[in-house]
């Protein structure tokens, strides 16, 4: 009996000391940074952030991606997994295809999608042989803003919509199919039976793959890079210019602990507008 | 109120066949079980009645009307499923309204009949609950409520009770049976439990490997099987059997001539344990005991015939131990004769 008093914690203490060694005392020390200035301690690494040309114009950037791929991502999502659902023979191949972005890095999926987009990408080596274009044609400049905005969208769709999917479909696994069969029974058309059974269902799936996914968005950096540089400034870009080009830790430190508190903003929304009550769950 | 009639329905799975053309006449008002061990097709034909599930061939007539192709909620049924089915995320007053509200039925028709069924069901007081907060049994009531507020035509039901434990099973029995006798609604029930068949059943159809074996009032599938299989599978006791030989018209048992319904050859006779009555060993078929077991109600005694091995059931003050050899007597009215090769009952008459 005395040991089993502090054999759990022995068992999470590896765990925990690697938590804290990697994750809590980098992230003290990112904050106690962002907050150290030249003139000491204070508010001057946010001041120069926030004074900073790109600054309101990454935050706009940052917001506009996350509100445009986010609701793409799970309406497609959604739509995968049911037709997943209806599905017999071959499924497993049609979710592992699906699923294969997962395993792509997100530079890699960055430099793909620049592959096709550049002035002699695929994209317009094709359009030219098809004669629509008369040559390269730019579309990941500054000139061009919404086809750079449209092409990274849609290489954050194409690289982060399948763990999502992987979440919904578990969800989706685990509402008994007889849920369905009585609606049907009961006189629920198909599009009735997904908004009144399956969605409310699967809330606590759609909980856990927003809060994963819009976290995740909003420190999207990589596919933006290689795509765009600097032509289309956001959050965590702006955070590895200031560390890198500017050698300014501590607006570097200011942008990441911006990130983080957003974050978190985005992570306690998601758990306050999803909550299922407990006397209501199944 | 409707009748159904099932019209040579048979579905295959691939290769596999779950029910060979299976007929089936249903009255309206009737209260009819499909009783069959697990993989007899009795679910699946339930399903088909209901549209879960795609026929091979044949038709489905519910209240005259060829429902085959229609969609569930075309056909005018509800339906109770095992596992109740009930919405989690709605409360008991939701889900009871669930199908009037897909009817999109007025508010105050809906609150009306709403109640009407809770009423009958006894869950008033929980309709503002969440089904989390209930216990099996009130599920259960939720799901058949659910199923009364649209007044079918016809109540599918599967397996209802199977998930409750046995003594809340026995109130809901005679519960649903009430209930529906009130409700008036044609009943389609299947089970695999036959005490459940025999409490709640106008008529018993009895499934075996796709097919229905015998269609008939509880008391006739109960004295009169069809069947080795039928016998078998109806009663607790089941039915036992014994091979006997047909010699001039009559079987010659122990003291005791029974009429044969062949001249002559081999046949197996059945008979229930409480048919029978104890005599002394010399004046009747021996039946040696290997194990008494005192019920309570009634003295439950398994033994050999020959080979054969037979459980009868003895009055209660019986005073008969294990090892020992006792005579039983048949009740010559409440014989059945099967043939020996096929199973199939043969009739004295014939």
Known sequence: MTQSRWLPYALIAPAMVFLGIFFIVPLVQTIMLSFQGGSGFG??????????????????NTFLLVLTVIPLQVGLALAMGMMLQKMTAGRDVVLWIWTIPLGVSDLAAGLVWLALLQNTGYINSMLFAMGLIEGPTPWLNSETPVTLFVAVVLAEVWRATAIVLVILVGGLQLIPKEFGEAAEIFGAKPWTRFTRITLPLLKPSLQSALILRTVLAFEVFAVV?????????????????????????GVAAAYAVLVMIISLAAT??????????????A | MAG???DRIAKSFGAVSALKEVSLEIADGEFVALLGPSGCGKTTLLRIMAGLETRSSGRVLIGGRDVSDLKPYERGLAMVFQNYAVFPHMTVYDNVGFGL?????????????VKKAAALLHIEPYLERYPAKLSGGQRQRVAVARALAVEPAVLLMDEPLSNLDALLRLEMRAELKSVLREAGTTTVYVTHDQTEAMGLADRIAVMHGGKIVQIAPPTEVYSRPASMFVGGFVGSPPMNFIPVEARAGSVALGGQTLAAPRASGALTLG?????????????????????????????LLTGRIGDAVVRVVAPPASIVKAGETVGLRLDPDRIVFMDAATGAATDLAA
Do not use: C
């Open chain 2, 271 to 299: 008979f229930r344990g409480e048919d029978v009555t104890l005599a002394p060993p010399g004046e009747a078929m021996p039946f040696t005991v290997r194990v008494a077991e005192p019920m309570g109600s009634h003295l």
């Open chain 1, 268 to 281: 306690i929304f998601w758990l306050r507008a999803l909550r299922t009550k407990p006397e209501a769950q």
């Open chain 2, 101 to 113: 509200t897909m009817q999109k039925k007025p508010k105050d028709v809906i609150d009306r009949q």
């Open chain 1, 225 to 249: 890079y290689a795509l765009g540089g600097r032509n289309f400034p956001v959050l965590v870009g702006e955070a590895y210019v200031w560390q890198r080009e500017n050698q300014n830790y």
């Open chain 2, 4 to 6: 159904i009639v099932i």
């Open chain 1, 43 to 60: 508010l001057e690494n946010y001041s120069k952030m926030v004074g900073d040309l790109n600054f309101g114009l990454a935050i706009k």
